[in-house]
């Protein structure tokens, strides 16, 4: 789909399933984009992904969006809330960012003061291959790219309906593992802050749909990215290439092991 199809989408909460990237192996994310996923994320925060990565990255999901199934768009999760790493992500290709670590309503207006080109933001006008697919009138650019602020910590979901109610932004998107850090987890996915987790999430989607935006969430597998969308998150991502990776060669040797013992 175009840039503008998945802003348009996106803004409409409809249901989209995305993919995580965090390998710079772009052979394997135009492999992933190809499947039928709705957008592919490529993490310049925690992922192993240079700025060099992040435009072979986004080529390959474009090369991989032209064959097979594939109608994903590229996003990125940016390192940072400010506005040359924003910049940089857009400026490669990138439909759109997720910002991580947002505290406040003022965190977003600066993410989207950094997405966006005056008189609504600050950023500098050099598109570059973000040309290709968003026209390089800033009005229409501004009206395609797509801003999502994760809530992962204590201030961002203390303040989430402020957050929420931020003119500019498309949606919140969860980091679980952080998110469960901040509520007191001794570990991700630790089973004694299940309760309050879950309350949490569920406020989360709610104050996102009162506010008629996005509400979108990582997830660990296929299964559980069915149950938030069923929960009423209207977008969610899958798991990542390195743990995908990691879990079919751990299964393929156990079977091997298996039918060969020693």
């Not at 992040?54 to 994903?72: K, Q």
């Not at 080109?117 to 390089?136: E, K, M, T």
């Not at 201030?155 to 919140?172: F, H, M, R, S, W």
Request: proline share 6%; with cysteine; glycine share 12%.
């Amino acid at each position: 789909m175009t840039a503008r199809e998945f802003a348009n989408r996106i803004r409409s909460r409809e249901t989209l399933v995305g993919y995580w990237v965090t390998l710079d192996a772009p052979p394997a994310t135009e492999r992933i984009a190809r499947l039928g996923y709705d957008y592919v994320v490529l993490d310049g925060q925690h992922g192993l992904i240079s700025t060099t990565g992040l435009l072979h990255g986004l080529m390959a999901i474009d090369a991989g969006s032209a064959i097979g199934s594939g109608t994903a768009v590229g996003l990125v999760r940016v390192e940072a809330n400010d506005p040359t790493p924003i910049g940089r992500a857009l400026d490669t290709g990138a439909a759109g960012v997720i910002v991580p670590l947002i505290d406040t309503a003022d965190d977003v207006a600066r993410a989207v003061r950094a997405a966006k080109y005056p008189p609504i933001g600050v950023r500098s006008f050099g598109p570059l291959r973000a040309s290709l697919r968003i026209d390089q009138v800033p009005a229409e650019a501004n009206a395609t790219t797509v801003v999502l602020a994760m809530i992962e910590t204590p201030l961002g979901l203390k303040n989430v309906a402020e957050i929420c109610a931020t003119p500019g932004l498309d949606g919140v998107y969860v980091g679980p593992s952080d998110l469960g850090l901040s509520l007191g987890a001794r570990f991700p996915g630790d089973p004694e802050i299940e309760g309050p987790f879950e309350e949490a999430l569920e406020l989360i989607a709610r104050t996102a749909a009162d506010a008629g935006i996005a509400a979108g969430i990582h997830t660990f597998d296929g299964e559980s990215a069915r149950a938030r969308l069923a929960q009423g998150y209207t977008f969610a991502t899958v798991s990542s290439d390195l743990s995908h990776l990691e879990a079919a060669a751990a299964a393929h040797l156990d079977t091997a092991r298996g039918t060969y013992p020693g």
